[in-house]
């Protein structure tokens, strides 16, 4: 460990004298004119300098904003830049929000609904570091379903369908009242760079520094860090049937100058795809002909600090489930010559595909349809599972082959978005990009897809981009202890050729990474660096000790099983000898709860009374002793990631005995750890032997240093 900060001291030196000693280039960094360090002294990306003028950009309705720098900036108003900006704020750094419209800020441009699996497990981990998203839906859900029940509480999907106005309205209402956070309505062309001193780019070290961004009437804003979270506005494009519309989504322009900016950066970008259904009117569809399905009474709420939604449980809206027929098979294949989206060979998303993908990997299949409601006073359906693109024609015509939408009326036809993203290998694991130094990345523009994934990232991103300008260490969290490090490191290490989505099998180490003690893993570690509020700190303290209380009490009560099935009425059906109450509560096959305990102590009748504590005492119960187990797992990853590679390692070096072909694939990748570097597809045993081996020696070299 002295070691691995022996690295990150020299390499956080060796920065703070290149950044605080810029100077004026007069040439091209690799086709892009780089910032000067002189007073003032700043350039477009694009070279265009003389058309730079300060920033006096307008806030919201027209008010000129005040300043003219902050410390971080963040571009777009999605559920990225949304996390992104409020945590900056929380961490204390003046920040600005640069949308194109503040009232499409928290829009829900795709399906109405928030968490499945693993897509609830990052709600959670969201909540547990003070993000907004799971406290909004808490005020702006409208039907709350827990998925996976059948199964273990380490893989249950926390969902809930979310009335779209009141989703967008709360937010905006959260974000007003955080301070440190200005917002404005306009569009960032380009970049501001500073070169570092030498004027040298090394391998594995940014190029440049992020000193600002260009609105796109010419004013500048200056910042210490800059976080861009696009979605798929970046050079989007939007398709029905052979039109195709230049946007990011339905009426909105795309960002275009950001796109050739990072281009000339020579960041390496891709293009990727999706799609979203068309939306019917609720009351053309005939309800009969579908299958109901109710929410849950009581609700279960995303947010630790919620004790229950907004919503009471018998005011909840339903869902309904209708099957395709085979009959669309015909309608589908006699469009695709007029359907553009799916002749493009741009990756789509595999877990979510358009109907069309999915009649043609599939033929001869049912495949479900779910019925959601967009909202209490909408009079919207949003058809889940019937994402299309063929002309708007031919979508009416296809509905109306589907039991329950025979008369149905669309009211807007479904599309696909094209637009181009960021291989996230260029990141490192706090989402800043290597080539260039203060730079972050967050949302669709890294490669995912979905409000969740987008939100973890975001809020990732504005911590770090705070901790970069207010000179903190920032916020890094491995696969071992959240599913955001699983994202992360999943993006980073592997990179994605498609739109990465959450699924808990992605996750190593389920048992310990439930959504149940997300606050136990993660908050503690965001008060530490500042993005976790006092209120929130102190709810885990007193939950924290709750829980300690609780397991201390279950794990002294140690009677023979003979006891136990006097004292609980339970068949004696198990080897006898001595068991504690926590794993008598733990026995799945006995159904034993805290209230049957009651009778037997008085301090067991305090802990059923909080049905939150409560639960989470059964699921420690039944996951204790596999925990433990795990837990070693878990403790060898953490070793081989505390082998820490360098940032600017070379792995062209002579002494390391690589064949070229892994050489090329460790250089692309940079990973941070030789954990990640395991991860690697096409990396042997046999070379991560070699470097283990290097790294070691480098280590031992740097320890005789000392």
Same mark, same amino acid.
């Given at each position: 460990?002295?070691?691995?900060?022996? =690295?990150?001291?020299?390499?956080?030196?060796?920065?703070?004298?290149?950044?605080?000693?810029?100077?004026?280039?007069?040439?091209?960094?690799?086709?892009?004119?780089?910032? #000067?360090?002189?007073?003032?002294?700043? =350039?477009?990306?694009?070279?265009?300098?003389?058309?730079?003028?300060?920033?006096?950009?307008?806030?919201?309705?027209?008010?000129?904003?005040?300043?003219?720098?902050?410390?971080?900036?963040?571009?777009?108003?999605?559920?990225?830049?949304?996390?992104?900006?409020?945590?900056?704020?929380?961490?204390?750094?003046?920040?600005?929000?640069?949308?194109?419209?503040?009232?499409?800020?928290?829009?829900? #441009?795709?399906?109405?609904?928030?968490?499945?699996? /693993?897509?609830?497990?990052?709600?959670?981990?969201?909540?547990?570091?003070?993000?907004?998203?799971?406290?909004?839906?808490?005020?702006?859900?409208?039907?709350?379903?827990?998925?996976?029940?059948?199964?273990?509480?380490?893989?249950?999907?926390?969902?809930?369908?979310?009335?779209? @106005?009141?989703?967008?309205?709360?937010?905006?209402?959260?974000?007003?009242?955080?301070?440190?956070?200005?917002?404005?309505?306009?569009?960032?062309?380009?970049?501001?760079?500073?070169?570092?001193?030498?004027?040298?780019?090394?391998?594995?070290?940014?190029?440049?520094?992020?000193?600002?961004?260009?609105?796109?009437?010419?004013?500048?804003? +200056?910042?210490?860090?800059?976080?861009?979270?696009?979605?798929?506005?970046?050079?989007?494009?939007?398709?029905?049937?052979?039109?195709?519309?230049?946007?990011?989504?339905?009426?909105?322009?795309?960002?275009?100058?950001?796109?050739? *900016?990072?281009?000339?950066?020579?960041?390496?970008?891709?293009?990727?795809?999706?799609? *979203?259904?068309?939306?019917?009117?609720?009351?053309?569809?005939?309800?009969?002909?579908?299958?109901?399905?109710?929410?849950?009474?009581?609700?279960?709420?995303?947010?630790?600090?919620?004790? #229950?939604?907004?919503?009471?449980?018998?005011?909840?809206?339903?869902?309904?489930?209708?099957?395709?027929?085979?009959?669309?098979?015909?309608?589908?294949?006699?469009?695709?010559?007029?359907?553009?989206?799916?002749?493009?060979?741009?990756?789509?998303?595999?877990?979510?595909?358009?109907?069309?993908?999915?009649?043609?990997?599939?033929? /001869?299949? #049912?495949?479900?349809?779910?019925?959601?409601? +967009?909202?209490?006073?909408?009079?919207?359906?949003?058809?889940?599972?019937?994402?299309?693109?063929?002309?708007?024609?031919?979508?009416?015509?296809?509905?109306?082959?589907?039991?329950?939408?025979?008369?149905?009326?669309?009211?807007?036809?479904?599309?696909?978005?094209?637009?181009?993203?960021?291989?996230?290998?260029?990141?490192?694991?706090?989402?800043?990009?290597?080539?260039?130094?203060?730079?972050?990345?967050?949302?669709?523009?890294?490669?995912?897809?979905?409000?969740?994934?987008?939100?973890?990232? @975001?809020?990732?991103?504005?911590?770090?981009?705070?901790?970069?300008?207010?000179?903190?260490?920032?916020?890094?969290?491995?696969?071992?202890?959240?599913?955001?490090?699983?994202?992360?490191?999943?993006?980073?290490?592997?990179?994605?050729?498609?739109?990465?989505?959450?699924?808990?099998?992605?996750?190593?180490?389920?048992?310990?990474?439930?959504?149940?003690?997300?606050?136990?893993?993660?908050?503690?570690?965001?008060?530490?660096?500042?993005?976790?509020? +006092?209120?929130?700190?102190?709810?885990?303290?007193?939950?924290?000790?709750?829980?300690?209380?609780?397991?201390?009490?279950?794990?002294?009560?140690?009677?023979?099983?003979?006891?136990?099935?006097?004292?609980?009425?339970?068949?004696?059906?198990?080897?006898?000898?001595?068991?504690?109450?926590?794993?008598?509560?733990?026995?799945?096959?006995?159904?034993?709860?805290?209230?049957?305990?009651?009778?037997?102590?008085?301090?067991?009748?305090?802990?059923?009374?909080?049905?939150?504590?409560?639960?989470?005492?059964?699921?420690?119960?039944?996951?204790?002793?596999?925990?433990?187990?795990?837990?070693?797992?878990?403790?060898?990853?953490?070793?081989?990631?505390?082998?820490?590679?360098?940032?600017?390692?070379?792995?062209?070096?002579?002494?390391?005995?690589?064949?070229?072909?892994?050489?090329?694939?460790?250089?692309?990748?940079?990973?941070?750890?030789?954990?990640?570097?395991?991860?690697?597809? /096409?990396?042997?045993?046999?070379?991560?032997?070699?470097?283990?081996?290097?790294?070691?020696?480098?280590?031992?070299?740097?320890?005789?240093?000392?």
């Amino acid at each position: 460990m002295l070691c691995k900060r022996m =690295w990150q001291w020299c390499r956080a030196a060796r920065k703070v004298r290149r950044v605080c000693d810029c100077r004026k280039v007069s040439g091209e960094a690799g086709g892009v004119r780089i910032a #000067s360090g002189e007073a003032g002294g700043v =350039w477009r990306v694009s070279g265009e300098g003389g058309g730079v003028r300060r920033a006096s950009g307008k806030a919201g309705g027209g008010a000129v904003a005040e300043r003219t720098a902050y410390d971080v900036v963040v571009v777009g108003g999605g559920h990225a830049g949304t996390e992104a900006c409020a945590a900056a704020a929380r961490m204390g750094a003046r920040t600005l929000l640069i949308t194109h419209k503040k009232n499409t800020i928290g829009e829900m #441009s795709c399906n109405p609904s928030f968490g499945g699996i /693993g897509k609830g497990h990052l709600l959670r981990e969201i909540d547990a570091l003070d993000g907004l998203c799971a406290r909004v839906c808490d005020l702006s859900g409208i039907s709350y379903h827990v998925l996976n029940r059948r199964k273990g509480p380490a893989v249950w999907g926390l969902r809930a369908q979310i009335d779209r @106005g009141l989703y967008k309205n709360n937010l905006q209402e959260a974000l007003e009242k955080v301070p440190n956070l200005t917002i404005i309505e306009a569009a960032v062309e380009d970049l501001l760079l500073s070169e570092f001193q030498d004027g040298h780019h090394r391998e594995g070290e940014s190029l440049a520094k992020c000193r600002g961004v260009v609105l796109g009437d010419g004013h500048v804003i +200056e910042s210490q860090s800059v976080v861009i979270t696009t979605g798929t506005f970046l050079r989007g494009a939007i398709n029905i049937g052979m039109d195709v519309t230049p946007a990011g989504r339905m009426g909105d322009k795309p960002a275009i100058g950001l796109a050739n *900016t990072l281009e000339r950066l020579k960041f390496n970008l891709g293009r990727l795809k999706t799609g *979203t259904p068309p939306r019917l009117a609720k009351n053309t569809i005939d309800y009969s002909q579908c299958q109901i399905q109710d929410p849950d009474n009581p609700p279960v709420p995303f947010s630790f600090l919620t004790r #229950s939604v907004w919503i009471r449980p018998e005011d909840q809206l339903k869902c309904h489930l209708t099957y395709t027929t085979l009959e669309i098979e015909a309608e589908i294949k006699k469009t695709l010559h007029l359907n553009r989206h799916v002749q493009e060979e741009t990756s789509g998303p595999r877990y979510c595909p358009s109907i069309e993908s999915k009649i043609l990997r599939f033929p /001869g299949r #049912s495949h479900p349809v779910w019925l959601e409601p +967009e909202g209490l006073d909408s009079s919207l359906v949003y058809p889940q599972g019937l994402s299309c693109t063929m002309p708007a024609e031919h979508q009416q015509a296809l509905l109306r082959l589907i039991p329950g939408l025979q008369h149905c009326e669309m009211v807007t036809p479904g599309y696909g978005v094209e637009y181009d993203y960021v291989d996230p290998r260029e990141l490192n694991s706090q989402l800043e990009t290597q080539r260039v130094c203060g730079l972050f990345l967050a949302g669709q523009i890294n490669g995912t897809t979905g409000y969740e994934e987008a939100a973890a990232q @975001g809020l990732l991103a504005g911590v770090n981009a705070a901790a970069k300008a207010l000179g903190g260490e920032g916020l890094t969290v491995d696969r071992t202890e959240s599913y955001i490090g699983v994202l992360v490191d999943d993006l980073t290490t592997l990179g994605t050729s498609e739109p990465y989505r959450m699924f808990t099998s992605r996750a190593e180490f389920r048992l310990l990474l439930r959504p149940d003690n997300a606050d136990l893993r993660l908050t503690e570690k965001g008060y530490k660096v500042g993005c976790v509020s +006092e209120e929130r700190h102190e709810h885990l303290t007193k939950t924290s000790q709750k829980l300690s209380e609780g397991l201390k009490l279950l794990k002294g009560d140690v009677r023979s099983i003979s006891s136990w099935t006097r004292l609980l009425g339970r068949p004696q059906n198990i080897t006898p000898r001595k068991k504690s109450a926590l794993q008598i509560l733990g026995l799945a096959s006995w159904e034993v709860t805290l209230q049957c305990l009651a009778p037997l102590d008085s301090r067991y009748s305090v802990l059923s009374e909080d049905g939150v504590i409560a639960e989470r005492l059964k699921i420690e119960a039944l996951y204790s002793d596999l925990v433990e187990a795990q837990n070693e797992e878990v403790e060898a990853m953490r070793r081989d990631q505390a082998l820490v590679i360098p940032h600017n390692f070379d792995y062209c070096s002579p002494a390391l005995s690589l064949s070229n072909e892994v050489r090329g694939k460790l250089s692309r990748a940079r990973p941070a750890t030789i954990a990640a570097a395991s991860r690697i597809e /096409g990396i042997t045993p046999a070379a991560l032997v070699v470097l283990l081996r290097y790294v070691k020696q480098k280590q031992q070299q740097y320890s005789e240093l000392l």
